[in-house]
């Protein structure tokens, strides 16, 4: 009797460990967000005087907004494009301009918003209200707004019209002139943001998309670096120290939503090698932290225990960056780049999303040698670890230390491997680099810090279970 209640119980252990293996890899679906205005003005709104209005979203995420005419044309496509709002009410300040700094003349308009959620998926239907615009007295718009507006919608190609033709006041055929400069008027495309839940913009956690608001500017780190970054900036980033989770390298620590009781885990992050970006020290022992996951490569900001975060002093000779976008890695030595070549990074697939490279900085750790790869029959030399299962080698072979790269040769420069970044054989053009050469290179370097630039905007980051 003993005996079947022990197998009884191996056997719903086993069945168990099938539910959720299945249940992981199934693809999640992800309603799309709803949104209601709240607050709106039932005689219109007056002039260019601002007027709160709320949106209240069902989930928090990115909001754009914008006004048409009668004839559906876009008289105002800025109040928001993109702005990080969270779940519940938020409340904005809008005015009656048109993109081109005139009061809009007296007539019905039309509020239209849409909203990507925290999960890259947009609302698919359209929040729209309409607005009477009541023109009495001639509103003044100070000469400094107006010449800001004017000066945007020039770089844009903005015409009163909403076409994208030369900017030219003349084509304007709705309001006059505006008048002298008044304090009364907000400064140009200056946006009044608040929300009615208790806590302050940013610090609620979110599993994907939803962070760039509050990232500091030009501050040196790897989380300020923008496309077309200059090597000075890519070297400040480079050796800067690494915000890590104190666990050994083989272990990881789980980010979660909340810092109080009843929170749930966002994703995992790995020891010692992953860096993390840590935006607040809050005073109950929690941080708020962004970093990308070791679940699927998908951008979370979530918290993490104060205690549980480490900095670490890294190599400030060398330094690698690797690009997912054009499949490339370069090298950096004493603030100077001296050479790249091609490389493959991870390929993912709807059942396994873990194969995607996650972008972040890192630092190489343990060198490993040759290794098989993945347990395909395939090898790898030179192999180092970059973070948790994720590691930096040369390109597979067919036989363990052998000579040939079919395995994904064709491939390289184009994403293709399980997550591993693969490195070209052969000594590029570029300054000699190879897989060899960087393993020669860490031998007697350290801690050599690792960007990993990603290839897509957060909210199309692919996202599982």
């Known amino acids: 009797m003993k005996t079947r209640r022990i197998g009884a119980a191996i056997l719903v252990f086993v069945l168990c460990l099938m539910a959720i293996s299945g249940a992981s890899a199934a693809t ?15 005689r219109g709104l007056e002039g260019a ?7 209240n979203a069902s989930d928090p995420g990115f909001l754009t907004l914008w006004m048409t005419d009668a004839d559906d044309s876009i008289v105002y496509r800025h109040y928001f494009d993109g702005q ?21 003349p007296e007539g019905s308009y039309k509020l239209h918003a849409t909203m990507v959620n925290q999960y890259g998926v947009e609302t698919k239907n359209e929040a729209t209200v309409k607005i009477n615009v009541i023109v009495g007295e001639e509103i003044a718009v ?15 190609g903005y015409t009163a019209d909403g076409s994208t033709s030369a900017y030219d006041p003349s084509a304007y055929a709705g309001a006059s002139q505006p008048a002298a ?73 789980y980010i979660y939503d909340s810092p109080n009781e009843g929170r749930k885990q966002l994703g995992t992050v790995s020891g010692l090698s992953q860096g993390v970006h840590v935006i607040a020290n809050r005073e109950d ?58 490389v493959s990074t991870g390929l993912a697939t709807p059942k396994y999303l873990v194969r995607e490279t996650p972008a972040g900085e890192y630092m190489l750790v343990t060198r490993r040698g040759t290794m098989e790869y993945y347990n395909s029959g395939d090898w790898c030399k030179y192999t180092i670890r970059v973070s948790g299962n994720y590691y930096l080698a040369e390109i597979p072979t067919t036989h363990k230390n052998g000579k040939d790269f079919s395995p994904l040769l064709s491939q390289l420069g184009m994403k293709a491997t399980r997550g591993l970044i693969a490195v070209a054989h052969d000594a590029s053009q570029d300054g000699g680099i190879n897989a060899e050469w960087i393993w020669n290179m860490t031998d007697k370097n350290k801690k050599v810090k690792v960007l990993i630039l990603d290839d897509k905007d ?8």
Request: charged fraction near 20%; aromatic fraction near 10%; charge should be negative.
């Open 49 to 55: 005087r601002s007027k709160d209005i709320g949106v």
């Open 181 to 253: 400069a008044s304090s009364d008027i907000p400064a140009a495309f200056e946006i009044n943001y608040t929300t009615s839940a208790n806590y302050t913009i940013g610090t609620e956690g979110f599993q994907v998309g939803v962070g760039v608001g509050d990232r500091p500017a030009d501050d040196g780190s790897y989380w300020s670096l923008r496309s077309g970054a200059t090597d000075a900036e890519i070297w400040a980033a480079i050796v800067r120290p690494l915000m890590s989770v104190d666990v050994d390298e083989k272990e990881s620590a």
């Open 28 to 42: 999640k679906t992800i309603k799309a967000p709803t949104l209601r205005f709240q607050n709106m003005p039932r």
């Open 84 to 104: 990080e709002i969270h779940s519940g009410v938020n409340y904005f300040s809008i005015n009656a301009y048109d993109d081109n700094g005139y009061v809009l």
């Open 142 to 156: 100070p000469a400094s707004q107006l010449a800001a507006q004017q000066q945007y919608a020039a770089q844009q």
């Open 285 to 342: 022992g929690w941080s708020l932290v962004e970093a990308y996951r070791n679940e699927d490569s998908a951008f979370i900001r979530g918290y993490i225990k104060t205690s549980r975060l480490k900095s670490v002093d890294v190599n400030t000779n060398y330094g690698i960056v690797v690009d997912k976008a054009t499949q490339t890695l370069a090298v950096y030595k004493d603030g100077q780049r001296i050479g790249s070549c091609p």
């Open 458 to 465: 957060r909210t199309s980051v692919p996202m599982g279970e």
